[in-house]
């Protein structure tokens, strides 16, 4: 499974992203009309970097101890981000129990929102893709970016 490196701050905090690597669940589908018995589908789930950075501002003078490592578009460690990504889970694994828009962004992705404790949202944007038949799960969702919204 994929895994993510700390992040060490220019302070030298150092940030887990234990919370963003890959990472299997596992839903129980109820019947319907074609396949009349519940069955369980087992789903990789995987986060982009864009879920614990940010894009600089515009005029922002970062320093190189501010950007994450193995990030060739120059992404912005965003503790904000981060701290609000160890929702992440949790909110992957009641998918089945939220409601997600269709967004009119290209790959089909979905859009699930999430209230934070502040009363902002918190957008969760996915895709679901059916697995490799090599590999021993059924469905790999990839979460390209989460982010708060006021």
Known sequence: ????????????????????HARLHSYELPPTSSRPNP??????SS????????????????????????NPAGRVF????????RALPDIVASL????????DRRNHVLFCPAQL?????????FALRKASAAVDWDANLMIPSAHARQ
Do not use: I, K
């Open 1 to 20: 499974m994929a895994r993510w490196s700390p992040y060490t701050a220019c302070d030298g905090q150092v940030h887990s992203l234990a919370h963003f």
């Open 39 to 44: 069955r369980r589908v087992r789903v990789r």
């Open 47 to 70: 986060f982009s970097l864009h879920c614990f950075t940010r894009t600089p501002d515009p005029g922002e003078q970062v320093q190189p101890c501010q950007v994450y490592c193995r």
């Open 78 to 85: 965003s503790p904000e981000r981060a701290e609000l990504g």
């Open 96 to 103: 089945p129990d939220r409601n997600c828009y269709a967004t």
């Open 117 to 125: 404790a502040n009363g902002d949202e918190y957008a969760v944007f």
